[in-house]
């Protein structure tokens, strides 16, 4: 990994540029991205997980939408926090199409360099994570970026910003895999001290992707018209 080392910030700079150019490239002609995220919710004071099942498309200039397909166990309170997790996402959807507020940028993050690290088996550069502006969508924590692939794959840490009263700022571990070429996500868990309530973990696991790319339009000759 000697070519990629970040033994200063500038360095740490130049390798996030790295993965914004490569994550560029590699979803350049991406123009729908579909999956089923099935989200579990615990808590010690419930018998049973409350699971919810939501099929999520991204279409390039439309946005997400978000079809529920199944609950299991969720009554009262976990229904009511299953639906302010959709309205939530649905929010950010509509305001973060691009991923310009919560994206892993240099306009969102100031970088450390930290080490290296051997994540699942992949050689990684291990940054710290400072957040420029208090947000809910931003992280404080560490990110692992693939030393080869020159990509995120996973971030970790706590939201710079509390997400609401009840939940205030919970610690999130984001998981990402190799989908084709493109790099999405995995697996998200957070886990919060919800008032009165206590001890909450929500984990998120992606499945079924499908990834929609532009055709390739194939180019005629024309007549010279003479």
């Known amino acids: ?43 010690k004071r419930w018998e049973r997980d409350a699971v919810m099942n939501v099929r999520v498309t991204y279409e390039s200039g439309v946005g997400k939408h978000f079809e529920i397909i199944s609950m299991e166990n969720a009554d009262g309170l976990q229904k009511r926090v299953f639906d302010k997790l959709l309205e939530g996402e649905m929010e950010a959807s509509r305001k973060d199409s691009s991923n310009v507020e919560s994206g892993i ?24 994570l400072k957040p ?19 990509a995120i794959v996973r971030v970790e840490g706590r939201t710079a910003k509390s997400v609401s009263f009840w939940i205030g700022k919970p610690y999130i571990v984001q998981n990402f895999r190799k989908v084709d070429d493109v790099w999405v996500s995995a697996s998200n868990q957070s886990t919060s001290d919800v008032k009165l309530i206590g001890k909450t973990e929500l984990t998120v696991d992606f499945i079924d992707y499908q990834l929609g790319r532009q055709p390739e339009i194939a180019r005629s000759a024309q007549p010279s018209g003479k």
Not at 20 to 40: C, G, H, M, W
Request: with cysteine; proline share 1%; hydrophobic share 40%.
């Open 105 to 128: 940028t240099l306009a969102n993050y100031d970088f450390t360099f930290v080490g290296e690290a051997n994540l699942n088996g992949r050689e990684c550069l291990l940054l710290q």
């Open 1 to 43: 990994m000697a070519e990629l080392r970040a033994p200063d910030g500038g360095s740490a700079i130049r390798l996030i540029a790295q993965v914004q150019e490569a994550d560029s490239r590699r979803e350049a002609d991406l123009r729908k991205i579909a999956s089923t995220r099935r989200y579990v919710l615990k808590n």
């Open 132 to 150: 420029k502006r208090n947000s809910k969508y931003l992280i404080e924590g560490k990110a692992w970026v693939d030393a080869k692939e020159h």
